[in-house]
């Protein structure tokens, strides 16, 4: 039952990742786990495999939803992000809000580091790019999120 | 209680409710099975060697009419019924006892060849053409 503990540790954070680009992302991340069931030797690193499977599959998504209306999208964005509420006085759906004003950017990086456990090589590797930008793109989106949030 | 702002973010789980965790673990169960290709391959060769044979029966010559030619002179050296000795020559030397009374034995040429007239496949040639 390897496969059911990894998609209970990883999926929620994973389909968190796939709405970052405005897809409902339960199809996205149920294939990328099938897709990984079916791999005849498993990824070396199994979860940033996992991320990249579903963030292609996100991008693809999100460009076929492209032509849909912004509201569609706030509405399929508006479903609960988060399991909880409120947690420690900040609340899940205004949380959920001030993230989805940040650019994707900044919303890839902090949702990958911050849910998905995953380091900022690993994140670099993932989207393209240095470490040290997803890093300044982490730092900055934190910054957008205690403006907004009005948390230290 | 972690007062800073990746602490309290990190704090909210993500919802993952509108998983089909059943849904998925079955579809990788059959995601992981291979496929074995050899018997859907074996069973649509032999269909294809069945269709070319059943083309091959209906379209080919059903039957075949085979001219049997029988040489009727005799060869050579045969010898004929009138050359053999009288019958009546045998019955004396019998009844004498004498075997130098016999007359001499007249060499009989093989009348059938060596190698079969017919064999399975000059029989299963004639059958398929």
Known sequence: ??????????????????????????????????????????????????Y????????????????????????ARSTAWFAEADIEGLDAA????ALQSLPLEAREVIVAHLWGGLTFEQIAALAGTSASTAYRHYQAGLDRLREKLRVP | MNDTLPGRLGSLKPSGASL??????????????KPRRIWPALAGLFAITQCVSLVLLLNGPR????????????????????????????????R?????????IIAVPAVLPDEPIWTIKSISSVVID
């Open chain 1, 52 to 75: 990249r499977v579903v963030r292609n599959a996100a991008i693809d998504a999100g460009k076929l939803q492209h032509r849909r209306t912004r509201r569609e999208q706030i509405v």
């Open chain 2, 96 to 104: 004498t006892a004498d075997p130098e009374a016999l007359p001499p």
């Open chain 2, 20 to 33: 089909d965790r059943d849904g998925m673990l079955f579809a990788a169960g059959r995601a992981s099975v």
């Open chain 2, 63 to 94: 039957t075949r009419d085979v001219e049997v030619v029988v040489d009727s002179t005799p060869r050579p050296g045969t010898p004929t019924v009138e050359s053999l000795p009288a019958p009546s020559i045998y019955v004396k030397a019998l």
């Open chain 1, 1 to 50: 039952m390897q496969l059911a503990n990894l998609f209970d540790a990883h999926a929620p954070a994973l389909l968190l990742y796939a709405r970052q680009w405005g897809a409902s992302g339960e199809d996205l991340v149920q294939d990328a786990f099938v897709k990984l069931a079916g791999q005849r030797t498993p990824p070396a690193e199994v979860v940033p495999w996992l």
């Open chain 1, 94 to 97: 205004t949380a959920a809000d």
